[in-house]
């Protein structure tokens, strides 16, 4: 793909009215919230239409698989935390991919109520080839910004992880 140049950063869509002191009013569209979400949906949609398309493979399934990629083993109850899903959702997937042998549960020797979570053989092959997409589509999506562009963009995205993670934790401390 060529070099392309730097552009305008989008101008917020919404229909800012001014407040009673002049100050122009925020929109939803102004949210950062809200333009995270919208750039995550476009930035995720195609390659998880290829996944289901190619692998049948869900959102939430890759994200399962990845996760015991890389840690290689986990707790059901700690793969569901770490992919911010429903532990009964996470439970329902994860017998899916039982079922189609991409992962096992082997019972904890010292508990037998634990069970430990790895991917297959199978499972590892799979999550290589959706890798190799997943990564091709990230430089895809990078490409279209300059290494500049890039830097800020990585550095902005960790700055609000840190500070959104702040805030839910003063929300989970309200009740």
């Known amino acids: 793909m060529p070099d392309t140049e ?4 989008a101008k917020p869509r919404s229909r800012a009215t001014r407040s009673s002191d002049g100050k122009a009013a925020i929109g939803i569209r102004d949210l950062v919230s809200y333009r995270l979400q919208k750039a995550t949906y476009f930035a995720t949609k195609g ?3 290829f996944y289901a398309h190619e692998y049948e493979i869900t959102p939430v399934e890759w994200r399962l698989l990845g996760n015991l990629y890389s840690d290689g083993s986990m707790s059901l109850v700690r793969l569901a935390e770490e992919v911010d899903t429903q ?4 439970s329902r997937t994860i017998a899916s ?3 189609r042998e991409l992962v096992i549960g082997q019972t904890d020797e010292e508990d037998g109520r634990r069970v430990s979570l790895s991917l297959t053989p199978k499972g590892k092959a799979l999550y290589r080839k959706l890798l190799a997409e997943a990564v091709r589509y990230h430089n895809r999506l990078m490409e279209s910004l300059t290494p500049s562009e890039q830097d800020i963009l990585l ?3 960790e700055k609000l992880a840190v500070v ?5 934790a003063e929300e989970n401390e309200r009740g």
């Open 155 to 157: 550095q902005a995205l």
């Open 164 to 168: 959104g993670q702040e805030l839910l």
């Open 87 to 90: 532990l009964a959702q996470a």
């Open 97 to 99: 991919l039982v079922k």
């Open 47 to 49: 390659a998880y239409l």
């Open 6 to 9: 730097p552009t305008e950063p």
